[in-house]
């Protein structure tokens, strides 16, 4: 077929297609696969007979089907269906099944071929050459109506324009009646045929326990079951996993990596508590060089994905582990950082004494793993606890009733109706209980609970007592629907670009090969709201970007709908703008004091006023911080807070500390001073929050310049003197 040709053939095949769903659209209601009641259009068979008249034409795969998943969804299709040209048909419809069984199988070609009758002739071609569990799942289609089919077909994404499938969907997928029982008896055959292997009833062949696939099956059945969150998986997870991650031999390889991957992938689109301690059971028990590099790179994305599943992220344990180890007791402890210390009686020891290292070599190493794991999973609960505050339902935070993790939290007991009662510690709430947030306290509330964080040294798992608030501005009512708060901020790229992921925002990095323009994206309150925050490619040579506005969207009917801010939950629309704020205050150029050095640019103009600006709410917090905490210090008689400055009193000269940037200026002419870092002198003096190094690096700063006549430095002396 010619350009022309083929051109014309796409014109016709569309007609077609909207003339056939304006032929549904006239046609009655009738319920959908899943047994929603909706109001979806039938069709008839006549209709239906006018799908295949572009198929026999010879139109491409790409065209047809596409149509067919779009019209198996939509329609319950009649039973029996004329079809004229049978023989036609049913050639071109084989002809989409591949040969190659390392290929994907055409599940849509099920939809079509139950359309035509023509599912003898199909299933043979489908199944040939694969194991009994994708066997399985070809049966179980073949066994249901068309739309059915369409509705599978559809929640694999299947396309045929070239491009790659979007991840499975899940929720299609758990609509289908009986599909959660075939993938609980998917995962249990998985589980028995790795045990015969490993039981020696199978000969072992290193990567063969499973096709291409089966391995695809494994994978929907674990998404299903782990998004469903099905109490019976964990146990078996626990036998599944390791068992595809270790030879039943002592051989370096495994019953099958492609099946270890398929589930970790799973569990990072759908994790679990449990499941993630399944995976890290088979990193440990594995003999394979590659597979422990490569589920660690995996690992980095499961974590912080748990977060965002508050209904299972607080199942984690609380890390805590007392363990006699020969004479000796291995302890971790949570209480603060997380730290495996060894004791001999009641005496702490400095390091792992050298007899347990000598006795139990293998012993002391699994602790040490030990101890990192509750290291991470301490992180991620801390995240989840955090996006708790924009949830638009109450977490489940009874569960943490007893960790550590909760008594240096402050949270609110609702004691009658609408009235709620602050008190630090989650002890056994009866009641309702959620995070204390300052957003819903009164200024006297939130300066009490900063005393008592300060008066107590308490370290909390995250800023609360001390947390920013982001209140809608008069000029964000009057943009009605996107904020310019933090738009025009000149920051670095890279760094901008890891705090998106480590804040998880989702981004793609950008060149000047993608026209420039970005968009970061967080979705919060359980998946009802969206926050977006532009950004633009600024300069490849440097990695420089710009920043751009913020809105924000709410999911309405299945779709993501533009939202005036003034519509935006108050902790929602606090917690996105606090994020931004921490982006820009973090990766912005103004917050290198070396940076304006020998630059004549049009960005110094840019760096001199945004170094020295008004404060933003996250360095008001920390104005307020260092306002209780320099009374503490040795230099507090040479030190003054003002409203953007910590002002330090030396001998040779008086300094301005900006409270955002961290640059200095000195009077009395505001001469700029450069100082890349300041020595420590302030260790084990206690900061109530640390993070971003901001308020450390300002103490530290001020320590130094208070006793300047004592600084040796000749870059920093050149300066001060003049």
């Known amino acids: 077929m010619s350009v022309g040709s083929g051109m014309i053939a796409r014109m016709r095949f569309s007609y077609r297609a909207q003339h056939l769903l304006e032929l549904m659209i006239r046609s009655t209601a009738a319920a959908s696969p899943t047994g929603e009641a909706a109001n979806r259009p039938s069709v008839t068979p006549e209709a239906c007979a006018r799908l295949f008249e572009p198929l026999i034409e010879g139109l491409s795969i790409q065209q047809w089907a596409d149509l067919c998943v779009q019209v198996g969804t939509v329609v319950p299709l009649p039973a029996e269906v004329p079809v004229g040209r049978p023989d036609e048909v049913a050639r071109v419809v084989l002809g989409f099944v591949p040969r190659d069984r390392s290929l994907e199988l055409p599940f849509t070609v099920l939809a079509v071929a139950g359309i035509a009758g023509l599912d003898a002739e199909v299933a043979p071609r489908l199944t040939e050459g694969c194991g009994p569990i994708a066997v399985a799942e070809v049966d179980l289609l073949l066994g249901r109506e068309v739309a059915w089919r369409a509705v599978f077909a559809e929640s694999l994404g299947e396309r045929s324009d070239g491009f790659s499938p979007p991840p499975l969907d ?3 997928l758990s609509g289908l009646p009986g599909y959660l029982d075939f993938a609980r008896a998917t995962l249990e055959a998985a589980e028995v045929r790795v045990s015969v292997i490993h039981a020696g009833e199978i000969p072992y062949r290193a990567d063969k326990a499973f096709d291409h696939g089966e391995t695809k099956t494994i994978g929907r059945a674990a998404r299903l ?4 969150d099905e109490p019976w998986l964990p146990e078996l997870l626990g036998r599944l996993v390791p068992g595809v991650a270790v030879a039943p031999q002592q051989a370096r390889t495994l019953p099958s990596q492609a099946v ?8 990072e689109e759908h994790p679990t508590p449990e499941a993630i301690s399944a995976l890290r059971a088979a990193r440990r028990a594995t003999r394979h060089a590659g597979v422990p590099k490569q589920l660690d790179r995996m690992f980095k994305r499961i974590e912080p994905a748990l977060a965002n599943r508050l209904e299972v992220a607080f199942r984690l344990p609380d890390g805590r582990v007392r363990q006699a180890v020969g004479e000796h007791t291995a302890v971790i402890s949570t209480e603060g950082a997380v730290e495996l210390s060894w004791w001999h009686g009641d005496k702490k020891l400095k390091s792992v004494p050298a007899a347990a290292k000598r006795a139990h070599p293998e012993e002391v ?11 991470q999973q301490q992180a991620t609960l801390v995240r989840a606890l955090e996006a708790g505050y924009a949830s638009d339902t109450p977490p489940p935070y009874h569960q943490l009733a007893g960790q550590p993790i909760a008594e240096r939290l402050i949270w609110e007991f609702e004691v009658s109706p609408g009235v709620w009662r602050s008190e630090l510690g989650l002890g056994v709430p009866d009641g309702p209980v959620r995070l204390w947030h300052p957003a819903r306290a009164s200024v006297a509330d939130v300066r009490a609970w900063r005393e008592v964080v300060q008066d107590k040294e308490l370290r909390q798992p995250f800023k ?9 501005t008069p000029a964000e009512e009057t943009t009605a629907t996107y904020s310019d708060r933090f738009a025009e901020h000149v920051v670095d790229y890279p760094k901008l670009y890891a705090l998106f992921k480590q804040r998880g925002w989702q981004a793609d990095y950008r060149g000047p090969w993608d026209g420039g323009g970005g968009q970061a994206r967080r979705v919060l309150a359980g998946g009802g709201w969206r926050a977006s925050f532009d950004h633009g490619y600024l300069s490849y040579e440097e990695a420089y970007a710009v920043t751009g506005q913020v809105r924000f969207h709410r999911l309405s009917e299945g779709a993501w709908r533009a939202a005036a801010l003034s519509e935006v939950p108050p902790l929602v629309f606090s917690e996105a703008m606090r994020d931004v704020d921490l982006f820009v205050a973090v990766s912005s150029i103004t917050s290198y004091p070396e940076w304006a050095a020998n630059r004549p640019d049009e960005l110094r103009g840019y760096w001199e006023t945004g170094s020295l600006g008004p404060l933003a709410p996250s360095a008001e917090v920390r104005r307020d911080a260092l306002s209780r905490l320099i009374g503490r210090t040795a230099i507090a008689e040479r030190c003054t807070v003002t409203d953007r400055y910590l002002v330090v009193r030396g001998d040779l000269r008086t300094y301005k500390i900006h409270l955002g940037s961290g640059n200095i200026l000195m009077e009395p002419n505001d001469a700029y001073l450069c100082i890349v870092s300041g020595r420590d002198p302030h260790a084990g003096l206690f900061l109530p929050f640390e993070e971003d190094g901001r308020l450390a690096l300002i103490l530290s700063k001020a320590f130094l310049l208070a006793d300047d006549t004592a600084i040796t430095d000749p870059s920093i002396t050149r300066q001060i003197r003049g």
Not at 225 to 228: E, G, I, V, Y
Not at 260 to 267: F, G, I, S, T
Not at 365 to 375: I, N
Request: proline residues 0%; glycine residues 0%; aromatic residues 12%.
């Open 260 to 267: 270890l991957y398929e589930l970790a992938r799973a569990v």
């Open 225 to 228: 079951a782990l998004f469903l």
């Open 464 to 472: 609360q007592a001390f947390r920013e608030v982001y209140l809608l």
């Open 365 to 375: 190493k699994r602790l040490r793993d030990l101890a990192k794991q509750v290291q």
């Open 170 to 172: 899940v929720r299609k």
